[in-house]
């Protein structure tokens, strides 16, 4: 059989193309030494691993870091939160501080006279018979216990005598306690009283014997009548004042609040230093002594006589 072009020697059988399909398994060379192809795949697979476990490892540790750098800054936004809090909770106290008291403010707030009174800003108080020649000027503080006493002791004997026409009665309010004690009962009683004065003078007369009775007159030092609910279960005592709603509105919205402070502010023009005292043509009633004023029904009425006559 003629050969192929290009192309010497017989036609070689088939067989021979199947064995040039077989390829032998050649063993690479590495330092001269033959190395098994099984060992050298092996090695690139534990090359490619240590590589995917770094790769790994840079990949959590930038997770951590970005973590790290968003906890971080919560941190100082939460700082900067804290800190501007403080500061505006700083900022609040200082304002709170400078912030007038409540009584301060009522010195500016209107002016409101109670129902039976006179003067300028209604601080003259003046109760009793029109044919009574005479005026027992009485000043007295809430919170005063020996007004209380004095309330409590004679009281009763002032209180026929004014009846009677013997004489009227001046009342002037004072609220020095509260500054010496410190507290605001006196000057939130006194305010209560504007609001019982502007009922009837009877009302005003009934509630001030109620607020000085043993039965409710606290301890000096024990600031009771800075509460409006207090007041207003003192004022129930009273019939023209038990359930007035006029009235308990008054003292709850402190409606003669500013009237207080004037009339406080009459009492401290007096000269009078102390509580109580009783003054009649300018002249102080006092007890044998000659000083303080009489604490007992004996000591009152001949003081009392003695001022009637002069």
């Known amino acids: 059989m003629p050969g192929r072009r290009g192309l010497t020697g017989p036609a070689a059988p088939e067989h021979d193309s199947v064995q040039s399909l077989h390829v032998p398994t050649k063993l690479p060379r590495t330092h001269g030494v033959r190395v098994p192809l099984e060992n050298t795949m092996s090695k690139r697979n534990s090359a490619a691993a240590k590589t995917a476990a ?53 010195k500016n707030a209107k002016l409101v006279k109670p129902a039976n009174t006179s003067g300028k800003n209604g601080t003259t108080v003046v109760m009793g018979k029109a044919s009574a020649k005479k005026t027992l000027v009485m000043y007295e503080d809430p919170r005063c216990p020996v007004c209380a006493q004095f309330e409590q002791t004679v009281g009763a004997t002032v209180k026929s005598d004014f ?95 500013r009237w207080a402070l004037e009339m406080s502010k009459t009492f401290d023009k007096s000269g009078v230093s102390g509580t109580p005292t009783l003054k009649m043509d300018g002249k102080k009633l006092t007890d044998s002594g000659g000083q303080n004023a009489p604490m007992t029904v004996a000591d009152f009425n001949t003081a009392l006589a003695a001022a009637l006559k002069g």
């Open 163 to 257: 009846d009677a026409g013997k004489f009227k009665i001046q009342y002037v309010g004072a609220t020095f306690l509260d500054g010496s004690l410190s507290g605001e009962g006196s000057k939130n009683a006194l305010s209560a009283l504007g609001a019982a004065l502007n009922v009837s003078p009877e009302a005003f007369l009934e509630y001030k014997t109620a607020l000085y009775s043993a039965k409710y007159h606290p301890e000096e030092t024990e600031d009771k009548f800075k509460d409006d609910s207090y007041l207003i279960k003192v004022a129930d005592t009273v019939s023209a004042l038990k359930g007035n709603a006029k009235f308990q509105s008054a003292v709850k919205n402190g409606t003669y609040d």
């Open 54 to 106: 770094r790769e790994r490892l840079r990949i959590e540790r930038e997770r951590e870091a970005k973590r790290a750098k968003a906890k971080r800054q919560i941190i100082v936004a939460l700082s900067v939160v804290g800190v501007l809090a403080a500061a505006g909770g700083i900022g609040y106290a200082v304002v709170q501080a400078n912030k007038p008291a409540y009584w301060d403010e009522a």
